[in-house]
């Protein structure tokens, strides 16, 4: 004789199941304790719009009113421009034409092409150090790659020593001071901030085509993670943003001459 099996028996252990899943607790993730900061700095030159690359700036703890002192010595400090800095040395137009091209502060931010050696785009200082540093390595790509070592210290990194040597004083002035560089779409990441309120500044001003442009910008951050800081960048322009409390200071270039003979 078969047993008998009696379908609710069978099947209470199995209907119980969800119900005894639903007593365990539930694991949730802890929101995160720090803030993230996405920074894209552009800004408008004529009709275009242009991103600010290679720049770097610095993420001061306080407001612009709690700071107000510090920010009025960051309006008043002056650095020369770079064409006017290395017109003052004396440096050839083809020279100041490849820094301003490339947009370096030194020669180290580009390798130098054959074509800076001769014909029509030959810089001069390039070319000087190129045939002395050919008399000591024998061979021409040698002597291409580490021409920059006999060029004079301040045609060198004169002017990018110079400016960082100020950038250094006044970031100095602030304690607990980060700071970012902007690739070359003017976009940046800072992260692990506390929150808080805090000031976004380049501390001095950053040449343009035809400009130098100073920013200190107020900026509440909130312990969010990655994701939402890529989803909300804060945004940077010479165009005035009345949801940004920020101090902008636009100047034209200066026009340099070279100093008398």
């Given amino acids: 004789m078969q047993p008998i099996i009696r379908p609710a028996a069978f099947l209470l252990p199995f209907l119980l199941l969800p119900s005894y ?25 004529g009709e275009t719009t242009k991103e600010l690359s290679r720049k770097r700036f610095f993420l001061i703890k306080g407001s ?20 006017c800095y290395y017109r003052a040395r004396n440096a050839s137009d083809a020279l100041i034409k490849w ?58 990194s ?25 690739d070359r779409h003017g976009s940046a990441y ?4 506390e929150p808080g309120v805090y000031i976004v500044s380049n501390l001095v001003a950053s040449e343009t085509e035809k400009t130098s ?4 910008c107020e900026k509440e951050i909130k312990a969010v993670d990655l994701s939402m800081a890529i989803r909300r960048p804060f945004i940077l322009s010479n165009e ?14 200066p026009v340099c001459e070279k100093p008398a003979k």
């Fill in 99 to 156: 820094l301003r091209e490339n947009d370096c502060e030194s020669v180290y931010c580009r390798d130098i092409e054959d074509k800076y050696l001769t014909g029509t785009d030959a810089v001069p200082e390039f070319r000087a150090a190129y045939d002395q540093a050919l008399r000591e390595f024998k061979t021409p790509e040698l002597a291409r790659l580490w021409l920059t070592v006999y060029l004079p210290p301040d045609i060198r």
């Fill in 21 to 45: 899943f639903c007593l365990e607790p539930a694991h949730t993730q802890n929101p995160p304790a720090t803030g993230v900061l996405r920074l894209k700095v552009k800004y408008k030159s």
């Fill in 64 to 83: 612009l009113d709690e700071n107000k002192s510090l920010i009025e010595r960051i309006r008043q400090t002056a650095v020369p421009s770079r064409e």
């Fill in 213 to 216: 442009i100073l920013w200190a």
């Fill in 190 to 193: 800072l992260t692990d901030i």
């Fill in 240 to 253: 005035k943003d009345a949801k940004i409390k920020c101090e902008i200071v636009e100047r034209p270039l």
């Fill in 158 to 182: 004169g002017f990018y020593n110079e400016k960082q040597k100020t950038i250094g004083t006044l970031a100095a002035a602030f304690p607990n001071v980060m700071s970012v560089m902007t």
